[in-house]
C-alpha cells in the first residue's frame, strides 16, 4: 500500500506491511485539518529485551508539545536511570515514510537519534546523554537487522469515542553497546531483540488502555506478543496480535481475539494475568519495577504507569519462562 488516505479516503484493517506513508491529516481539508491537528499524537519508540536490563525509549509529538524519555534499568542491582526532555510541538517532524527516514532531538545534553534504513535493511540507533543530577550519562550505539525482523504489525481502526489509531510495530534482532556510567551492556542479535512501536493516532478525549508486550529469540525464529484491552470500536482489528514462527521458520504475524487483564491485588507492584478470548494467549506478568506519570489540570488529566518485568505462560501453545517486557495502563482525559 502506497499511502493511509488516498483521495481524501482512510484506509482501515490489518495490513500485510506498513504503507509507505502514514499522514492521518490527508484525510481532512481546511480549518477542520488544522485544529485536528491538535489531537494527533506521534510517537516512535523502543523497548529492549536483554537479561541483564529493562530499557525503554522515545520520540514523541502531540503537536503542541514534543518531548523524549529513556529509562535504562539494570536487572541485577535495581538500579534506575532515567533522562527526559521537551520541544516545541511539531519540532520532531516525525516521518510519514518511516523507512529511510532520521527522526531525532537534539537539546543541550541530550541526543537520540534514529537511522532508519530501507525496510528489511539496517537501522541503526544513536544515544549520547550527558550526566545530570544524580543520573548517570547513557550512550548507545546499536544496530537493528532488518533482515531478521519478525512480521510487521499495522494496522489502522476507530477508536470509541471519535477517535482513529494506527500503529505499526516489529521486533528486530539487536546489536551493539549501551552505557549507563561506566556500566556498558553488550547487545547480542542472536539473543536480543527490540520492539519498534510507532503511533500517529487521534485519541479520544477520554482514553483508556491496558498494553503489554515481550518478545524472545527461539531456535526457530522470534516468539513474542502485542496485546492490548480497550474499548475498540466493534468489528475492527485491534493491534493485539502473537509473533511465531511460521511452519517453514518464516515470521508469521497472528491476531487475537478479544484480550483482557487481571491485577492479582492493588498492589502497585501486583501480577497481572494477560489472556486472549481463543486461548492463544495466556501469560503472567511479574513486574520489577514500577514508573508513574500522574497530571491534573482542569480538564486535561494523566493518570498512567509502565510497569516492567518479566512475563511467563502461553504463547500460540508454546510455553515462554521469565521474558522480559512491559506492561501500561493509560486513563487520561486529553
Not at 481546511?30 to 537479561?51: A, I, N, Q, S, Y
Not at 549507563?180 to 503511533?199: K, M, P
Request: one cysteine or more; a negative charge; aromatic letters at 8%.
Amino acid at each position: 500500500m502506497e499511502t493511509l488516505v488516498t483521495h481524501g479516503h482512510r484506509a482501515t484493517g490489518l495490513f500485510d506491511a506498513r504503507p509507505v506513508r502514514v499522514n492521518p491529516l490527508d484525510a481532512l481539508t481546511g480549518p477542520r485539518r488544522l485544529l485536528r491537528r491538535l489531537r494527533l499524537k506521534e510517537w516512535v519508540g523502543w523497548t529492549f529485551m536483554h537479561p541483564e536490563l529493562s530499557a525503554s525509549m522515545i520520540l514523541q509529538d502531540a503537536n503542541y508539545l514534543a518531548s523524549s524519555e529513556i529509562y535504562v534499568r539494570d536487572a541485577a542491582s535495581g538500579r534506575l536511570t532515567q533522562h527526559s526532555t521537551t520541544s516545541r510541538g511539531g519540532s520532531l517532524a516525525l516521518p510519514e515514510a518511516l523507512y529511510g527516514s532520521s527522526p531525532s532531538i537534539e537539546r543541550p545534553g541530550y541526543r537520540i537519534a534514529y537511522e532508519l534504513g530501507p525496510l528489511g535493511g539496517t537501522h541503526r540507533i544513536r544515544v549520547d546523554i550527558a550526566a545530570k543530577g544524580d543520573e548517570p550519562a547513557i550512550r548507545a550505539s546499536l544496530e537493528l537487522d532488518g533482515a531478521r525482523a519478525s512480521a510487521p504489525l499495522s494496522v489502522s481502526q476507530p477508536l470509541r469515542p471519535r477517535g482513529e489509531m494506527y500503529t505499526h510495530k516489529l521486533v528486530f534482532p539487536v546489536a551493539g553497546t549501551l552505557s549507563v556510567g561506566d556500566r556498558t551492556y553488550v547487545f547480542d542479535a542472536s539473543r536480543d531483540l527490540v520492539i519498534l512501536d510507532e503511533h500517529k493516532t487521534f485519541l479520544p478525549y477520554r482514553t483508556h488502555w491496558l498494553w503489554g508486550t515481550f518478545a524472545t529469540t527461539a531456535p526457530d525464529g522470534i516468539v513474542g506478543a502485542n496485546f492490548c484491552e480497550r474499548p475498540d470500536a466493534p468489528g475492527t482489528p485491534g493491534e493485539s496480535c502473537l509473533w511465531v514462527p511460521g511452519d517453514g521458520g518464516e515470521p508469521t504475524l497472528l491476531p487475537l481475539e478479544q484480550v483482557a487483564f487481571v491485577s492479582e491485588s492493588e498492589a502497585p507492584l501486583a501480577r497481572w494475568h494477560g489472556f486472549s478470548s481463543d486461548d492463544a494467549l495466556d501469560v503472567t506478568f511479574t513486574p520489577d519495577g514500577r514508573k508513574d506519570v500522574k497530571h491534573q489540570l482542569g480538564v486535561v488529566a494523566i493518570d498512567y504507569w509502565q510497569l516492567y518485568g518479566t512475563w511467563s505462560g502461553t504463547v500460540g501453545g508454546r510455553t515462554v519462562q521469565s521474558i522480559r517486557g512491559v506492561m501500561e495502563k493509560m486513563d487520561a482525559r486529553l
